[in-house]
């Protein structure tokens, strides 16, 4: 796994053993970013279930202001530091070591909204629509923040709309897809 593009591209960063966690692909981490390239420069991205931080890492190496990446596995946080070390990119980045759900809460009123926000869950366990019902009525994001859930293909893309967010677009894949959110004005 590498970075594909910014100012750390094409250094290579690592992954953990095991199948705790499913980097995502260059190819699919490519075309992700293809879609996203007019909305990164200087936002503030938030990388949920991390894994080792090359959602993020890209991110932040294609011109975010700012990355917090949240992963439960301490194993897992060690490797996204090594690769923030590695890609000269820690200075705007902050890694939580603690389940997705306690990260959020914590964050609340102490961090200012992110402009995309991902997640790559652990998949068929629905974890992203119990992340789409704190972030309905959350201060993290605003009505225009765009949230992203890597999913596997068995994944309803409507189930989110259940929870109040507006279906933006679908990028299906081989073996996943990529289900796009906004916020929308359902809260306001």
């Given amino acids: 796994?590498?970075?594909?593009?910014?100012?750390?591209?094409?250094?290579?960063?690592?992954?953990?053993?095991g199948l705790d966690t499913r980097p995502t692909t260059d190819r699919?981490?490519?075309?992700l970013f293809n879609m996203l390239q007019n909305d990164i420069p200087g936002c503030r991205f938030l990388d949920l279930f991390a894994g080792s931080g090359g959602i993020g890492i890209e991110a932040l190496s294609r011109g975010a202001e700012a990355a917090v990446f949240v992963e439960s596995s301490r194993k897992a946080a060690s490797c996204i530091q090594e690769n923030l070390k590695t890609t000269q990119l820690e200075d705007q980045a902050s890694v939580m070591v603690c389940d997705v759900l306690?990260?959020?809460?914590r964050m609340e009123g102490k961090q200012e909204p992110f402009d995309i926000v991902?997640?790559?869950p652990p998949y068929n366990q629905e974890l992203e629509l119990q992340v789409l019902s704190y972030l309905k009525n959350s201060s993290l994001i605003r009505p225009d923040s765009r949230i992203i859930v890597e999913a596997s293909l068995e994944t309803d893309p409507?189930?989110?709309t259940e929870e109040g967010f507006q279906l933006e677009r679908i990028?299906?894949?081989k073996t996943n897809?990529?289900?796009f959110y906004t916020k929308g004005e359902m809260n306001q």
Avoid: N, P
Wanted: glycine share 6%.
């Fill in 177 to 179: 897809q990529h289900i």
């Fill in 102 to 105: 306690t990260a959020l809460s």
């Fill in 171 to 173: 990028k299906t894949y």
């Fill in 118 to 120: 991902f997640m790559d």
């Fill in 158 to 160: 409507e189930a989110g």
């Fill in 1 to 17: 796994m590498r970075v594909i593009a910014g100012k750390a591209r094409r250094l290579l960063l690592k992954t953990i053993d």
């Fill in 28 to 31: 699919i981490k490519e075309t």
